[in-house]
């Protein structure tokens, strides 16, 4: 397969964490999951950095490890926001911490999103429900390099208000949308008392938002169902399927091709993707139970 | 080539294990040929034969007393470079000073018996492992291989189909081919070529310097199983919804045989845990099998549901996506899928039948 395998950092030889994050801050975010902000224990994390749409494990001592994508601002890479969704025995675990508890971190890993493919266009950014969290970096960068895109389009769907993460920063990204032109729409399956933005599912949004597929690159993120009916929308739209991306999400216990429970087809989600090309998995995706 | 008799055979594996090598070779446990750790030649199977087939293996007495009149039991060398359970690591929760896993290994393997398909799937591992994990490395690069040429087909083997046998051709120290008094001994390596000089042994005549030739090429008119391999990644991967799938689902019992006895499948689950005293965490690496709900398992709900999904997973992988992801196949055509399979599900079977009605099953999108 085409896709370049990243080099491997800060992994331990033996496959253990290899820096210690700090809890700061926890946020919860929806009734299901919380965003554990952290800094690092030593130092600079040994210099580490990321970039956007990366992936890291995070190891809770004896619990287990699980693959969590970063969901802070890539400029930072000091203070890292998982924001994690409670599903399983691990993320259970999280449920338990507070501030001053310490992570183990391997990472970052796999393919981020190719925001040098969408400068001097237009960037569009697609998110479903917590499909927020692995683009949310992409974001952040783009809007600190405003400049080097033409349009920035933001469209963000959950199943009801209460379903949408980041809502506490919320006021302040409108703010610093408006004034950098950032186009957002935001949109609910079912809408609750109070809500002030649309309703209906997030592909209803491309009209609405006026989307000119020859200039545009789109970032998708969300449940599957949602990343092939929203691709194949902007597919129809005639946005190339080239320039159509979308994060999958996978059982991933090594992040280093070796654990074998990644596998989509003839990939490994955890360093072919997470970050694919439309064309890369659009046949994959088609078929039930891959 | 060398000739090498019973005693000088005997001397060779004393040798190895004076030279502080862990000696893993056939012996007969529970009514099956296993590997397992062995003392010497005399630990080795003289005079059993096996009889194969899908869902079938039976031992049984053989006329002569040959060590290796045999194909193979359910074990290859993956057992001992990559073993079903591993401890990674320990770590103490102060993180101060790690404990370090105990490796334990007595020594070196020293690997007596091993055939072609055994080494091309050790060869197929080190495309997993070498790079990503050092003490696979550290164990693989370590090992001596004493390698015997098959003079038995298995009425489940396929290696000539896969390219991958029955003349060993890589992998291998020395390699044997057994006749009735002794044995044919070529050399492979350096090291092969020390062990041999240390022992007893003479030219081969020139009828014995044929038998390596012979033997195999008989053996391989006598494999039990053929596999036409024409294209198969593109003929499995534009079958993702042939019926057979399902078919072959009303048989599989999802009991992950054809994955532990099979010398490539290389999945495994990354285990943490924490001690008693719960001062120390544990990392542990135990294989798994893409037959389980909970090897797909993502966010609270399994991907591959059914087991049509996850059969096809595993043949697909093992003919197909293994050549994307490594270049080569996932399969040597060693034939224990087959035979340890308790309902005697046959890859080969499967994949014709996906073949001979390849482009004209009416398929519907799901």
């Known amino acids: 397969m085409s896709s370049a395998v990243p080099a491997i950092r800060s992994v331990d030889p033996e496959g253990f964490p290899a820096r210690t994050a700090v809890i700061q801050r926890i946020v919860p975010e929806t009734p299901e999951s919380s965003t554990f902000w952290s800094t690092w224990r030593d130092g600079d994390g040994d210099g580490y950095a990321f970039e956007p749409g990366q992936f890291n494990m995070l190891y809770l001592f004896g619990v287990g490890e699980i693959p969590i994508s970063i969901s802070s601002d890539p400029a930072h890479p000091q203070r890292l926001g998982h924001t994690i969704r409670f599903v399983g025995r691990v993320t259970d675990a999280f449920r338990n911490l507070r501030p001053g508890d310490e992570l183990g971190v391997r990472g970052p890993f796999g393919r981020p999103w190719p925001l040098h493919e969408a400068e001097g266009g237009d960037l569009l950014v697609v998110a479903g429900g917590l499909g927020v969290c692995p683009v949310r970096p992409a974001i952040e960068w783009a809007m600190r390099h405003r400049d080097r895109f033409r349009r920035l389009i933001l469209l963000v769907g959950a199943r009801t208000p209460s379903l949408l993460p980041y809502q506490e920063q919320l006021d302040e990204w409108l703010a610093s949308m408006e004034r950098l032109g950032v186009e957002l729409h935001l949109t609910v399956d079912r809408s609750e008392p109070g809500w002030l933005y649309g309703v209906g599912v997030v592909t209803t949004l491309f009209e609405k938002a006026g989307i000119e597929p020859a200039r545009t690159t789109a970032f998708i993120c969300g449940p599957e169902t949602m990343m092939r009916f929203g691709a194949g929308d902007l597919l129809d739209l005639g946005v190339p399927a080239e320039r159509l991306y979308l994060s999958m999400e996978r059982n991933m216990q090594c992040a280093i091709r070796i654990c074998g429970h990644c596998q989509l087809g003839p990939y490994f989600v955890c360093t072919d993707g997470p970050v694919f090309r439309y064309d890369e998995v659009r046949d994959l995706m088609e078929v039930h139970d891959l | ?366």
């Open chain 2, 1 to 366: 080539m060398r000739y090498l008799d019973r005693p000088g055979f005997g001397a060779l594996l004393r040798s190895l294990v004076d030279a502080g090598y862990e000696l893993i070779g056939p012996a007969v446990r529970d009514g099956a040929i296993v590997l397992d750790r062995i003392e010497g030649a005399d630990d080795l199977p003289a005079g059993v034969g096996e009889e194969q087939g899908p869902g079938t293996y039976r031992l049984t007495r053989r006329a002569d007393e040959r060590l290796f009149g045999w194909a193979h039991g359910p074990d290859a060398g993956k057992r001992y470079l990559f073993p079903p359970r591993e401890v990674l690591s320990n770590i103490p929760r102060d993180g101060s000073t790690r404990a370090d896993p105990e490796i334990g290994d007595g020594g070196p393997f020293a690997f007596v018996g091993l055939r072609s398909c055994d080494l091309h799937a050790i060869a197929v591992q080190d495309r997993v492992f070498m790079d990503a994990d050092p003490t696979y490395r550290r164990r693989r690069e370590a090992a001596a291989f004493i390698a015997v040429n098959c003079g038995e087909a298995g009425a489940t083997c396929f290696c000539g189909s896969m390219g991958t046998g029955p003349r060993c051709t890589i992998g291998f120290d020395i390699v044997l081919t057994e006749l009735d008094d002794g044995f044919v001994a070529e050399v492979g390596t350096e090291r092969g070529e020390r062990l041999l000089a240390a022992v007893e042994t003479r030219e081969a005549t020139r009828e014995e310097a044929r038998e390596p030739e012979r033997v195999t090429s008989e053996t391989a008119t006598r494999m039990g199983r053929r596999l036409d391999t024409s294209d198969l990644p593109h003929l499995l991967y534009r079958n993702a919804r042939h019926p057979r799938w399902d078919e072959v689902a009303e048989r599989c019992l999802a009991c992950t045989n054809c994955t532990m006895v099979c010398p490539t499948c290389f999945c495994h689950d990354v285990v943490d845990g924490v001690s008693l005293s719960s001062d120390v965490a544990t990392r542990t690496r135990e294989w798994a099998s893409c037959f389980s709900q909970d090897h797909s398992w993502t966010a609270g709900a399994a991907v591959r549901n059914t087991r049509a999904s996850r059969y096809r997973q595993w043949l697909t992988h093992k003919f197909a996506s293994w050549v994307d992801q490594f270049g080569t196949s996932g399969c040597v055509g060693c034939g224990r899928c087959i035979t340890w399979c308790p309902v005697g599900i046959d890859v080969t079977e499967e994949i014709t039948a996906i073949r001979v009605t390849d482009g004209e099953v009416e398929v519907t999108t799901s």
